[in-house]
């Protein structure tokens, strides 16, 4: 069973604002990626990290931005929320070295829409 | 470019019949091929995966297929039962690129009594 969780799982806020959307994992995974999805359509990567102070950018481009001081935490962060920020987004976390490499657990998603 | 594709957005199935459904790739450096269930409101939830090194991995009611030279992948449930209408989504990742996984758009498995 993956134990993984975001916060919070749903969000309307103004334009403009500051957001940080969380997501914590207790499998002790070094991986971890951030994906964003609009109905219909499928995911895509906007960020991702091999382990503790490490963090990529994804395919697509986001202006959001990702920390990883801690193993288990990486957080999502758009400094002036838009309403082309409205979206679903969607945390996952998988094993590194584990001959596992193929499988991410994803969280329940965070569904965040911009006024 | 979109490198994972599904071209069926919607499959409609009696149950106990098969379910089959379709993905085609693009890259070739693609290593691992995977397949996702997705509930509205939730997290998509790994089903079954399988290595560009084999063409065939069967878990329980589900086996997924994988045809390589022609860039083809299927994943068949029998029986299919109710409790499996979901949006299923096939993604591929590459070593490469961290495992990063490529989505398809998803198929919408409806399973009727």
């Known amino acids: 069973e993956a134990d993984i969780y975001q916060t919070p799982r749903y969000l309307v806020i103004g334009t403009g604002k500051k957001i940080t959307l969380e997501c914590s994992q207790t499998?002790?995974?070094?991986?971890m990626y951030w994906y964003q999805q609009d109905p219909g359509m499928e995911l895509h990567l906007i960020h991702y990290s091999y382990g503790v102070n490490s963090t990529e950018k994804g395919d697509l481009s986001s202006e959001s931005t990702v920390s990883r001081i801690r193993t288990e935490h990486f957080p999502l962060t758009l400094e002036s929320a838009r309403p082309s920020h409205t979206s679903q987004y969607l945390c996952?976390?998988?094993?590194?070295?584990?001959?596992?490499?193929?499988?991410?657990?994803f969280g329940p998603g965070t569904r965040l829409t911009v006024t | 470019d979109q490198q994972v594709k599904q071209n069926s957005p919607s499959l409609s199935v009696q149950e106990g019949r098969i379910s089959i459904l379709n993905c085609d790739y693009t890259?070739?450096?693609?290593?691992?091929f995977l397949w996702y269930k997705k509930y509205p409101a939730e997290g998509p939830t790994f089903l079954i995966s399988i290595s560009s090194i084999k063409d065939k991995n069967e878990d329980g009611r589900f086996t997924v297929f994988l045809n390589k030279s022609a860039k083809h992948l299927s994943l068949h449930i029998v029986p299919s039962q109710p409790g499996d209408s979901a949006v299923y989504f096939c993604?591929?990742?590459?070593?490469?690129?961290?495992?990063?996984?490529?989505f398809g758009k998803g198929t919408s498995l409806l399973v009727t009594p």
């Open positions: 993604a591929a990742s590459a070593e490469n690129s961290g495992y990063a996984l490529n």
């Open positions: 499998m002790g995974h070094d991986k």
């Open positions: 996952a976390s998988g094993p590194l070295g584990s001959g596992r490499e193929d499988e991410q657990y």
């Open positions: 890259n070739s450096m693609f290593d691992y």
